[in-house]
T-cell receptor
Framework: KNQVEQSPQSLIILEGKNCTLQ??????????LRWYKQDTGRGPVSLTI?????NTKSNGRYTATLDADTKQSSLHITASQLSDSASYIC?????????????FGTGTKLQVIP | DGGITQSPKYLFRKEGQNVTLSCEQN?????MYWYRQDPGQGLRLIYY???????QKGDIAEGYSVSREKKESFPLTVTSAQKNPTAFYLC????????????FGDGTRLSIL
């Protein structure tokens, strides 16, 4: 069964600090991995997308890494800001039988405090 | 600006009542999706449509129905058969052929009265 597990479930950090969120998956065959940011009461917004051959992708202060061998990804946030407070969702896609199957993680809830 | 508009933002359902959630997009995307989000769970696919007048059941379609009469619109009806409808409902679309949602609306929160 395809699964995506994220850790920690929640995290509180001080403004200006860095943090790293983890994503482990058992999705097979692997197609790509996305990280989304979801503000409270809003829809998810895509931050990065990585395919099998990519091991790092940046979007401003967000840097995602992918280790396809260990089936792990991380999202590193540099110099956090109050606006980074949100849930971060890891999403892994597999391609089989001509169809993409998308599996969502449960998310990490990040709170940045002044 | 192009995007996905979901309405209403909040919706209340009485027992035995059907309610319809609206989803409109002006991105000219062929594929549209409906997801349900519950606390502590990942998004789960209810229905998806890859083209007008065609739609497919997702993982949790029971108690829901959809239509796709226009490319821009993909309404979701939560029927009285859905016994636990309280959730956050998200509509999404994609213009790619990879069947992955790219853009999401801002959701409708449905509660039972």
């Amino acid at each position: 069964k395809n699964q995506v597990e994220q850790s920690p479930q929640s995290l509180i950090i001080l403004e200006g600090k860095n943090c790293t969120l983890q994503c482990n998956y058992t999705v097979s065959p692997f197609s790509n991995l996305r990280w989304y940011k979801q503000d409270t009461g809003r829809g998810p917004v895509s931050l990065t997308i990585m395919t099998f051959s990519e091991n790092t992708k940046s979007n401003g202060r967000y840097t995602a890494t992918l280790d396809a061998d260990t089936k792990q990804s991380s999202l590193h946030i540099t110099a956090s800001q109050l606006s980074d407070s949100a849930s971060y969702i890891c999403v892994v896609s597999s391609y089989s039988g001509g169809y993409q199957k998308v599996t969502f993680g449960t998310g990490t809830k990040l709170q940045v405090i002044p | 600006d192009g995007g996905i508009t979901q309405s209403p933002k909040y919706l209340f359902r009485k027992e035995g009542q059907n309610v319809t959630l609206s989803c409109e997009q002006n991105l000219n995307h062929d594929a549209m999706y409906w997801y349900r989000q519950d606390p502590g769970q990942g998004l789960r696919l209810i229905y998806y449509s890859q083209i007008v007048n065609d739609f497919q059941k997702g993982d949790i379609a029971e108690g829901y129905s959809v239509s796709r009469e226009k490319k821009e619109s993909f309404p979701l009806t939560v029927t009285s058969a859905q016994k636990n409808p309280t959730a956050f409902y998200l509509c999404a679309s994609t213009g790619g052929r990879d069947n992955q949602p790219q853009h999401f609306g801002d959701g409708t929160r449905l509660s039972i009265l």
